[in-house]
């Protein structure tokens, strides 16, 4: 008997999560779960998609809460056993602390990706929804970019230079270590390093269950995060949904219009 997919969505209530899930529940051949750490909010988008003739499922996820990701965790266990995708794509622009916008945007992310990767199926794809702000150029120290790429970097390792950026904007140092002056530039460059670090491990340790993980910048899109955005949500959601349905990009960055971008590189002028 064929096990049905399951696909899994974070912040999906509204924006281009909620553009993904749409696209999801159109073409992705199982369960997709609407995911919001609002259930009212979760629950009218949800009725909003019904009225259009989809049916997603909905659980609720706050993605800094322990008790909230492993809710989730345990429910997604019970109830389906294993899941083939999930897209991280929660997290918060630049208006808040740099404390907030990199305990939501990091940690936030790697702490669903500690609980739910245990439940990944052989085959399952994982897209973390990045910016163009999580280019490695965008952090003015070499030393800093050094220590990013540097290849014996990993999980442990980065979650410690967060810190270490944290440390340094809490004694108003962060610009002066060469930070730059961008919390969220910081949150998504580091979501770009854990990608490329999760997808090694899972290629060293078990190639042969062909996870693919990838990072995905999906253009300036007009939503609350973005309101001078200039994309529609739906053309914002297209390269993340490319990714999960069709194409496989193992550790890659890819931009909105689906080409792969060199993380540390310069951006090509068409861009
Ligand atoms: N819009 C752009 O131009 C643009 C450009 C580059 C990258 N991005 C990235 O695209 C993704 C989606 O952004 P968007 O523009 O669609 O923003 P959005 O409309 O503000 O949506 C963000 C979503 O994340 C949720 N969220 C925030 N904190 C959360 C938490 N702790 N737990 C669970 N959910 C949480 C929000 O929930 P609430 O409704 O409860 O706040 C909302 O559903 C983000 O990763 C963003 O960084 C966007």
């Not at 609980?115 to 163009?132: Q, Y």
Request: hydrophobic residues 40%.
């Amino acid at each position: 008997m064929q096990t049905r997919k399951v696909a899994v969505v974070t912040g999906s209530n509204k924006g281009i999560g909620y553009a993904i899930v749409k696209g999801l529940c159109e073409n992705f051949f199982g369960d997709v779960y609407l995911t919001a750490r609002d259930v009212s909010r979760g629950q009218r988008a949800v009725e909003n998609l019904k009225h259009i003739g989809f049916l997603p499922l909905f659980h609720q996820l706050d993605i800094v809460s322990e008790t909230s990701v492993k809710d989730l965790k345990d429910y997604i266990e019970k109830e389906h056993g294993g899941i083939d995708l999930l897209i991280n794509n929660a997290s918060v622009g630049t208006s808040g602390s740099a404390e907030d916008i990199i305990q939501i945007n990091y940690f936030g992310t790697l702490r669903v990706c500690n609980a739910l990767f245990p439940l990944l199926r052989d085959n399952a794809k994982v897209i973390n929804i990045s910016s163009s702000a999580g280019r490695l150029q965008r952090i003015p120290s070499t030393e800093l970019r050094a220590k990013f790429k540097d290849p014996k970097l990993n999980v442990a390792s980065l979650n410690e230079l967060m810190k270490t950026y944290l440390n340094d904007v809490k004694e108003n140092k962060a610009v002066e270590k060469g930070w730059g002056d961008s919390p969220y530039v910081v949150s998504k460059v580091g979501i770009n390093a854990l990608t490329i670090l999760h997808q090694h491990v899972f290629d060293l340790e078990k190639p042969y269950r062909n996870i693919s993980i990838t990072s995905v910048h999906p253009g300036y899109v007009k939503t609350d995060m973005n309101k001078k955005g200039t994309l529609t949500t739906e053309e914002g959601a297209k390269a993340a949904l490319y990714l999960a349905l069709q194409a496989e990009f193992k550790g890659k960055y890819v931009w909105f219009d689906c080409q792969v971008i060199d993380w540390d590189g310069v951006l090509p002028e068409s861009k």
